[in-house]
């Protein structure tokens, strides 16, 4: 009904809202891009594989912002954001703002546009792609920025401005958002061959000069206020670290007169020394807090708030998808007008909405009572501006009593508690579980069984996942092809898969996934305690998204999940099969979790559903057991002082759904990232026989935990080969790595692998990229 109005109607709309009462403010930190089908990801990949123009993207992408826009304006949000679409990453866009292009892409100068830009992304024929990174604790990924003290920084990208100007003529002012400068150094790293001893926060001086331009241009087209995201400010930063904003911004001070300056911060609140530097900022009208990850944040404020400036108070939770707490929202926020002023507090996301679903609207299959308990995106502007109205007196009592009806219904929902599951995962916190031998026993064991030759090779676990085989998913899905059609078509899938490995001599075998569509949906889907979305997703990186389950109720496994299709791979080939499980921390931190719980009782209850089924795949005579814990390290905490406590109790629910196998049963795991080197004493707690971990695009950063001389006896795979990229990696380059991994780890433990998961992928690109791992294993197998 609200999609048809012409522009000129919320115009008018628009600034009838920003005339009216001001205390009745309401922000968005940022909004989801992929669009509410996923409308970008198809363009992104179309145009890759030039199916369509880039002016076919570029229309897309602005047929989506406009719609984005349009939506906050009707939902009378006051404070709309703009620049928070990207074509990728919103830190890859500051790079290509900065004009910071790592010389390798062969950039030729003047505005970056699409080849440069995705070259960097994703790699090329002849480059492989920047590093890409967890995003703090959340599953979105950004493109780290390579910095030395030579790059030239430029003004090489107008998009900033274009998307102010490009909302303007729609009839919105939005509030224009950059990744600040001090956050944006703090998350790059130096270049390759950049002194150990440079500072990142030495170029300050010289990318001010880009933002000030860039700040000058918003202004000269009309920009009234200007957000700067400062996500690190919520870490433990030192004096130094700290004084760079101070720095930073009184530079920024005099082009910033004028407007109205937003600092953002989020996922935390901002430890106490951050929190002066912050507030005592001259330049900076405003600031926005998580309320809802920043427990403390409320007494930070308490013990004082500079006076004439605004709060952005980040109520409405940007990273979960439950319904917010209106009534006690509304009171936290009271008390918060109280303290700083009523009129300066503006309530807000306690973060980008990126990192939740797009739209409730579209879920016309979620039962009526579970959807009742959510809101997505699109719900939470509607709730942000419910609670800006109360806050100034209109407060919609019919709204606010539906909401409360809903808190109580899940409250009191037997579809939410589960007696003996409560009480089976209350004895398990305090006590320990572990295998009774030790790692290099159960290897020497497993060895006598397996019969591996030296350097095994093996896969992480999917293959390609081909057109063919989502149709025929998503048609049995839809009961469109019998049950019996659909296991004869994964068993040829897996089938083939097997050939294509013994073809290439690969020692360890995988199934490929084909029955997965996604590695925790899979499992969530036949556990109980989990819902699922339609079109619940989530960017994780660049076009690729995911549907995190929502972990409503008490977790438990009615029955084996995987044991039909693993003892089918297994019996098509002699060699070992691995059994493929994803682990509880990683379903836990990869689905919306239940905010009425800790999240330890939780993850234990998984772990104990898990532990059923490594058991049963044992018993079906699966003797490799990998249990991926590709997300363990993005739960860490982000300030010093939690992670602790978060790995004891991660670690231990790894450990329990293993604690029970025999020693001749190995147990691999599997991370997505190198940069353990600060939790590898939990790594080695872990206690699994063999891990396999992405490497390759690292730089090593994960071997030099081994130099430092680290010991470390279980088996170990770190990535030879980036699956992030269609590049193939040659032969020699693969030789290349498995040599320096050799100075450096006995061979003996030593395992060739991928970096992660192979779905992504074409068989064009693999089979080649595996033939030229398999061949550079044996070239050093000849040598050794
Ligand atoms: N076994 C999974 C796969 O290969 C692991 C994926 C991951 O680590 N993200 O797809
Ligand atoms: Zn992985």
């Not at 795991?669 to 490497?695: G, L, W």
Request: with cysteine; net charge neutral; aromatic share 10%.
């Amino acid at each position: 009904h609200h999609h048809h109005h012409a522009p000129r109607s919320f115009l008018r709309r628009f600034s009838l809202g920003a005339t009216s009462i001001r205390a009745m403010t309401s922000h968005i930190v940022g909004y989801p891009r992929m669009g509410p089908k996923r409308e970008l990801k198809f363009a992104l990949e179309s145009f890759w594989d030039g199916k369509t123009s880039a002016d076919e993207l570029k229309q897309v992408a602005a047929n989506l912002r406009s719609a984005i826009w349009k939506q906050m304006a009707d939902a009378g949000i006051q404070h709309i954001p703009s620049n928070t679409f990207s074509y990728y990453d919103q830190v890859l866009d500051t790079t290509a703002m900065l004009g910071a292009v790592p010389d390798r892409y062969s950039w030729k100068g003047g505005e970056i546009g699409f080849d440069v830009y995705f070259s960097m992304a994703r790699g090329n024929a002849s480059v492989p792609a920047m590093e890409m990174t967890k995003w703090f604790d959340t599953n979105y990924h950004f493109i780290v920025p390579e910095l030395g003290p030579d790059v030239k920084f430029s003004y090489a990208s107008h998009k900033a401005v274009d998307e102010y100007k490009e909302a303007k003529a729609l009839g919105v002012n939005t509030v224009p958002v950059l990744v600040g400068p001090v956050s944006y150094l703090l998350l790059s790293k130096p270049a390759k061959g950049v002194e150990k001893s440079f500072s990142l926060l030495s170029l300050i001086d010289k990318i001010l000069p880009v933002y000030k331009e860039v700040v000058t241009e918003l202004k000269a087209a009309g920009a009234t206020w200007i957000q700067f995201d400062e996500p690190t400010l919520v870490k433990d930063l030192d004096a130094h670290q700290l004084q760079a904003f101070d720095y930073a911004y009184a530079e920024l001070e005099s082009t910033l007169s004028g407007l109205d300056v937003l600092i953002e911060t989020y996922f935390a609140d901002v430890p106490a020394e951050a929190y002066k530097t912050l507030t005592s900022l001259k330049a900076v009208t405003a600031y926005g807090f998580d309320l809802v990850r920043g427990t403390k944040t409320l007494d930070l404020i308490k013990q004082g708030f500079p006076s004439g400036k605004l709060l952005f108070a980040g109520i409405v939770d940007g990273r979960n998808i439950w319904a917010n707490n209106l009534e006690a929202s509304l009171n936290t926020l009271q008390t918060l007008g109280d303290i700083v002023g009523k009129d300066k507090v503006v309530v807000s996301t306690s973060c980008s909405l990126l990192h939740t679903a797009v739209d409730l609207v579209n879920e016309t299959k979620l039962d009526q009572e579970i959807k009742s308990w959510l809101a997505f995106a699109a719900q939470k502007i509607v709730e942000v501006n419910a609670l800006a109205r109360a806050l100034s007196g209109q407060k919609d009592e019919a709204y606010f009593s539906s909401n409360a009806f809903a808190l109580a219904s899940r409250k009191s929902s037997p579809r939410v508690t589960n007696e003996a599951v409560q009480k089976a995962a209350a004895t398990l916190k305090g006590s320990d579980h572990r295998r009774v031998t030790n790692v290099s026993s159960r290897l020497a064991t497993q060895q006598k069984k397996l019969n591996l030759p030296i350097l095994p090779t093996t896969t992480i676990g999917s293959f390609p996942q081909t057109a063919d085989l989502r149709r025929v998913r998503r048609e049995f899905k839809a009961k469109k092809i019998s049950e019996e059609d659909y296991i004869n078509f994964i068993k040829e899938e897996i089938n083939n898969v097997v050939k294509i490995q013994e073809e290439l001599d690969i020692d360890v075998l995988v199934h490929g996934e084909p029955e997965r569509n996604d590695m925790v949906e899979y499992f969530g889907e036949q556990l109980s305690g989990f819902a699922f979305t339609a079109n619940g997703w989530v960017q994780s990186y660049g076009s690729r998204c995911v549907k995190p389950p929502i972990i409503y109720g008490d977790v438990s496994r009615p029955k084996p999940m995987t044991v039909f299709w693993s003892s089918t791979a297994q019996s098509l080939t002699k060699r070992p099969m691995k059994g493929m499980l994803t682990g509880p921390v990683t379903i836990l931190n990869w689905s919306f979790v239940r905010d009425d719980q800790p999240r330890f009782e939780t993850c234990y209850q998984i772990a104990l559903a898990i532990k059923d089924e490594v058991e049963d795949l044992e018993k079906a005579g699966i003797t490799v057991i990998q249990i991926d814990e590709a997300a363990l390290r993005e739960g860490l905490p982000l300030r010093k002082s939690e992670e602790a406590f978060y790995l004891n109790w991660a670690v231990h629910s790894f450990r329990i759904t293993n604690c029970g196998v025999q020693d001749t049963t190995q147990i691999h795991t599997h991370m997505c990232y190198s940069n353990f080197n600060d939790i590898i004493h939990s790594i080695i707690d872990m206690d699994a026989d063999v891990i396999t971990i992405e490497n390759s695009r690292s730089d090593e950063k994960l071997l030099s935990v081994f130099r430092e001389g680290v010991k470390y006896g279980a088996g170990i795979g770190p990535g030879v080969y980036d699956i992030h990229s269609p590049r193939i990696p040659p032969t020699e380059e693969i030789a290349d790595r498995i040599k320096k991994m050799l100075a450096v780890l006995e061979s003996n433990i030593l395992w060739v692998n991928p970096d992660c998961g192979l779905k992504t992928r074409k068989y064009t690109e693999v089979k080649p990229a595996l033939t030229n791992l398999v061949d550079a294993v044996k070239l050093i197998r000849n040598q050794l």
